[in-house]
């Protein structure tokens, strides 16, 4: 197979198919054949902070994953303070049950304030504050 790159839709081709491609309308007018290698190099997921992208003369490169936005970090803050919220929760159940039911040992009733004060932080994190967020650290188990 011989393949081709796009640079407007950052894309590889197999130009054995470019006919299958037109019919659809599919075919960009900007693909370019390249080595195996650079299908190989590229197809595959780039370096840690980097994706592929085009170089000005058209062919694929690394480039740097921009930052999200304020409301991708926004999203991504809100998911992370409801998935920590729920682990807290989840953690102090039993041992508030325990403390209820006045069998807590002096460890269960340490680690149940630990845990309590740790969801009462993480209440008051704003995600709005994305993604100058200082969060709380994890009380150990």
Do not use: C, H
């Amino acid at each position: 197979m011989t393949y081709g790159y796009s640079a407007t839709t950052n894309t590889f081709y197999v130009i054995e198919n470019k006919a299958g491609y037109e019919q659809f309308g599919n075919w960009p007018t900007d693909v370019k054949p390249v080595p195996d290698k650079v299908w190989e190099t590229f197809i595959e997921q780039g370096p840690p902070g980097k994706m592929r992208g085009a170089s000005e003369n058209g062919f694929p490169t690394w480039v740097d994953i921009p930052a999200p936005t304020q409301e991708q970090a926004i999203e991504s803050a809100t998911i992370q303070k409801v998935r920590l919220m729920a682990e807290a929760t989840k953690t102090i159940a039993p041992l508030q049950d325990a403390d209820d039911l006045g069998i807590a040992t002096a460890d269960e009733l340490e680690k149940l304030k630990s845990w309590k004060i740790y969801r009462v932080q993480l209440s008051r994190l704003t995600p709005e504050d994305a993604p100058n967020i200082r969060w709380p650290l994890t009380p150990e188990a």
